[in-house]
């Protein structure tokens, strides 16, 4: 039964582990999705790709969380291992292997349920935010919030073909503000990353360029190749924005006329 017992700890313990690693790894700027998928790659082992290994070694705060992540990792991954095994070898009745063997069945159960469990996620992770913040030097920054990453706002990167519709354009002839779109930041293959360029700045093939704006609107400009439609396309995209600012601009007067009236 102790062995059993000890089974669930570690294994409560090595969940607890990868989800103050992931939440780590999120204040430093790295998403929700892929911070989870690399606090559980570098804990268990198993290996990540090498466009996302370049973020986290380049990054030297990344490199720390990851590194101890694996150290820990490792040694949790021999005593779950070790638990399981004497769990059913350490019992001489058949009884005793079927009780510890319910045990780790419930125990899973119920850490299954709280690790799916949102309001135990908006729980912890609020803990977690306090503690990083109260005890470490990471600069605890909600990036979600900052970026407004929802109502269909999102951050992406995309990789410029020589027959994209912004290759060999600088950011003022493509005026993608008009269409609500901005581009953070510029990678450039055997140079270095241009972060914020500004209007003269050209687009050249191999790029990587590092957008924000509203998901249809990066949708529809990653499908842009030279040509009559893509202009078209960029002509009625300018108008939706132009419209959608004029209809936010009326709500908040609205909502100015309406407080001045009471």
């Known amino acids: 039964m102790i062995a059993a017992v000890t089974?669930?700890?570690?294994?409560?313990l090595s969940a607890l582990i990868t989800r103050i690693a992931a939440i780590a790894l999120v204040h430093t700027g790295l998403s929700t999705q892929i911070a989870r998928f690399q606090a559980?790659?570098?804990?268990?082992?198993a290996g990540y790709s090498t466009s996302e290994s370049e973020k986290i070694m380049n990054h030297p705060v990344r490199r720390k969380i990851i590194f101890n992540l694996m150290l820990i990792g490792n040694?949790?991954?021999?005593?779950?291992?070790?638990?399981?095994?004497?769990?059913?070898?350490?019992p001489d009745t058949l009884s005793s292997k079927?009780?510890?063997l319910g045990i780790v069945?419930?125990?899973?159960?119920?850490?299954?349920?709280?690790?799916?469990?949102?309001?135990v996620d908006r729980a912890l992770s609020k803990l977690i935010n306090r503690m990083l913040k109260r005890y470490t030097d990471l600069d605890i920054q909600d990036y979600a919030s900052v970026l407004h990453l929802k109502?269909?706002?999102k951050i992406s990167e995309k990789h410029i073909d020589a027959e994209d519709w912004m290759c060999n354009q600088t950011l003022l002839e493509l005026d993608l503000r008009r269409e609500g779109i901005t581009i953070l930041g510029?990678?450039?293959?055997n140079d270095r990353y241009y972060g914020s360029p500004d209007g003269d700045f050209k687009l050249l093939s191999d790029d990587v360029i590092t957008i924000y704006g509203k998901s249809n609107g990066i949708r529809n400009l990653y499908n842009r190749k030279k040509g009559f439609k893509a202009e078209m396309d960029?002509?009625?995209?300018?108008?939706?924005?132009?419209?959608?600012?004029?209809?936010?601009?009326q709500s908040e007067a609205d909502e100015e006329h309406a407080d001045t009236e009471l």
Not at 75 to 90: H, R, Y
Not at 107 to 117: C, E, N, R, Y
């Open 7 to 12: 089974l669930f700890i570690v294994v409560t």
């Open 40 to 45: 559980r790659s570098a804990y268990t082992g």
């Open 75 to 90: 040694a949790g991954i021999v005593t779950v291992m070790s638990s399981l095994i004497l769990t059913f070898v350490l």
């Open 98 to 100: 079927l009780y510890g």
């Open 105 to 119: 069945l419930v125990g899973m159960m119920i850490l299954s349920w709280a690790v799916k469990s949102d309001m």
């Open 151 to 153: 109502d269909d706002y």
């Open 186 to 189: 510029v990678d450039r293959k």
């Open 234 to 249: 960029h002509q009625r995209y300018m108008k939706k924005e132009e419209k959608r600012q004029e209809t936010q601009h």
